[in-house]
């Protein structure tokens, strides 16, 4: 069974940062891309970040460019995200979502149950 | 940018009857469209890919069409656990998008 389980969220101040984690069992997780969606209060689905299945390529939303980076370890089966400088509309539950493919840039096929980010002085 | 919009925003529909939901894309996408249904506190949950294909799990009264810049999801008989909001995503192109979701409340 596939299990994508973040942790690492939390109450953080404007400016601040935080390190998001997802830790994945039950599929080859070298195999496959490996992606954040975020979701603010209220709102509706946010693409945030994409890694291919060795780490060599990553794609980044243009809102958190810059600020953001995602990175894995394939031999701790486990997904990160580094959030750097953060603002209030970073405030959001995070999701780490398994592709279907390897490169990225595919459907997901498994969610995690998301790790709550927020955001405030 | 990708813009994907999705209509109505809220439908209101009874048990047992059809629900239509509507995705458009600002520009191609080709079939590179995915579903996903999410219910208040939990995860989305994928419905389909590849435009028209079923996720592992999903009935048969889910089905999905289009291809392009038009896509529709159907669901054939709605069921009191299919009512939730649904969301479209395209990722064909960088970055990828979502559309704004459809709320099915019961009518």
């Known amino acids: 069974e596939v299990q994508l389980l973040e942790s690492g969220g939390g109450l953080v101040q404007p400016g601040g940062s935080l390190r998001l984690s997802c830790a994945a069992s039950g599929f080859t997780f070298s195999s496959y891309a490996l992606t954040w969606v975020r979701q603010a209060p209220g709102k509706g689905l946010e693409w945030v970040s994409t890694i291919s299945y060795s780490g060599g390529s990553t794609y980044n939303a243009d809102s958190v460019k810059g600020r953001f980076t995602i990175s894995r370890d394939n031999s701790k089966n486990t997904l990160y995200l580094q959030m750097d400088s953060l603002r209030a509309e970073d405030t959001a539950v995070y999701y780490c979502?398994?592709?279907?493919?390897?490169?990225?840039?595919?459907?997901?096929?498994?969610w995690g149950q998301g790790t709550l980010v927020t955001v405030s002085s | 940018e990708i813009v994907m919009t999705q209509s109505p925003a809220t439908l209101s529909v009874s048990p047992g009857e059809r629900a239509t939901l509507s995705c458009r894309a600002s520009q191609s996408v080709s079939s590179n469209l995915a579903w996903y249904q999410q219910k208040p506190g939990q995860a989305p949950r994928p419905l389909i890919y590849g435009a028209s294909t079923r996720a592992t799990g999903i009935p048969a009264r889910f089905s999905g069409s289009g291809s392009g810049t038009e896509f529709t999801l159907t669901i054939s008989s709605l069921q009191s656990e299919d009512f939730a909001v649904y969301y479209c995503?395209?990722?064909?192109?960088?970055?990828?998008?979502f559309g704004g979701g459809t709320k099915v409340e019961i009518k």
């Open positions: 979502a398994k592709d279907r493919c390897s490169g990225g840039g595919c459907a997901f096929d498994y």
């Open positions: 995503q395209q990722y064909n192109n960088w970055p990828l998008t």
